[in-house]
């Protein structure tokens, strides 16, 4: 199949078969979108696992995942602050040790919740 051959399925709404999927997207250089870095681990995992295709609207889903994840990082980010563990004791060096755990809790609890399961709604 030709390259004009392809356009022209994919403007009458053919089916196409995932390596013409492939060849269309080489072919048509997609629009540039900047996500966060919640957003960009998510697309660069999809593209991993070759699943990025199969998500109708690519961009309005991986901004939102970088919605939700700003959501999650200041509902734990509250949580934690309160909690022993990870309270200020006056002291800089500890406080930045304990400033420094949590972000590394509430990041790892994003990335097994947001980005690194298949599951996309």
């Not at 078969?17 to 660069?44: A, D, F, M, S």
């Amino acid at each position: 199949m030709t390259d004009k051959e392809l356009l022209a399925k994919v403007e009458t709404n053919e089916g196409l078969t995932v390596n013409e999927i492939k060849r269309y997207q080489k072919l048509v250089k997609p629009q540039k979108h900047v996500y966060g870095k919640y957003g960009t681990l998510k697309r660069k995992y999809l593209e991993d696992k070759g699943l990025d295709w199969t998500i109708e609207n690519l961009p309005e889903y991986l901004h939102c995942v970088d919605k939700q994840a700003e959501d999650i990082y200041n509902i734990l980010y509250a949580k934690l602050s309160t909690s022993p563990l990870y309270k200020r004791t006056g002291e800089f060096m500890e406080d930045y040790r304990r400033l420094t755990a949590m972000q590394h809790a509430i990041d790892e609890e994003i990335l097994n919740e947001l980005i690194y399961t298949e599951e996309v709604v």
